[in-house]
């Protein structure tokens, strides 16, 4: 059994027929907000279509979740919404030393293989990949509505032209014709 915020194991047999619903509770979404540095989580749905791919399970659908971030620049709290698609392949958990010895070996992932999940036993957690899947949708440098008025404060320009007291040095530096 997991341990995680959203734990949600899945039985691999039989698999559910029907996509399988999954929504945080309150108690979920807060211990997911601490986890992720999140302001909070008001919402956090997903529904995932499984399928059978023999030793394997493959799970498509959607991730939809609304929460509060803290803007990059000034600090300020804002509202966000994700909307994800999701494309997970739970594949059974196999020890690399077995099956390759001790020798290093390289493995050249394909488009499906970066979304690859083990698990061992009868059963995984759809829902900690869920929950990692929205960890990895959140935007750590987000900035918020009021961002362009906090760099206008501070002095910034904008964050592509150089400002400062070392840009006008730099400035000054330079030939002109």
């Known amino acids: 059994m997991s341990d995680g915020e959203l734990s949600r194991m899945i039985r691999l047999r039989p698999l559910p027929a029907q996509p399988v619903m999954i929504e945080a509770s309150e108690?979920?979404?807060?211990?997911?907000?601490?986890r992720f540095g999140l302001p909070r989580i008001d919402r956090l749905t997903a529904s995932l279509a499984l399928v059978d791919d023999g030793k394997a399970v493959r799970a498509m659908g959607r991730l939809n979740a609304d929460v509060t971030q803290l803007c990059a620049v000034s600090g300020e709290e804002f509202a966000v919404r994700i909307d994800e698609p999701l494309a997970l392949h739970f594949v059974e958990q196999h020890d690399q030393e077995t099956h390759h010895?001790?020798?290093?070996?390289?493995?050249e992932l394909g488009e499906i293989d970066c979304d690859e999940i083990a698990?061992?036993?009868?059963a995984f957690d759809l829902g900690e990949a869920v929950a990692q899947s929205?960890?990895?949708a959140i935007d750590p440098y987000a900035t918020g509505p009021n961002a362009d008025a906090a760099r206008k404060a501070a002095?910034?320009?904008?964050?592509?032209?150089?400002?400062?007291p070392?840009?006008?040095a730099l400035s000054a530096l330079k030939i002109k014709p």
């Open 27 to 34: 108690t979920e979404r807060a211990a997911l907000a601490k």
């Open 101 to 107: 010895g001790s020798a290093e070996i390289e493995i």
């Open 119 to 122: 698990f061992s036993g009868d």
């Open 134 to 136: 929205l960890g990895l």
């Open 155 to 164: 002095g910034i320009i904008s964050d592509d032209a150089p400002s400062g």
């Open 166 to 168: 070392l840009a006008a």
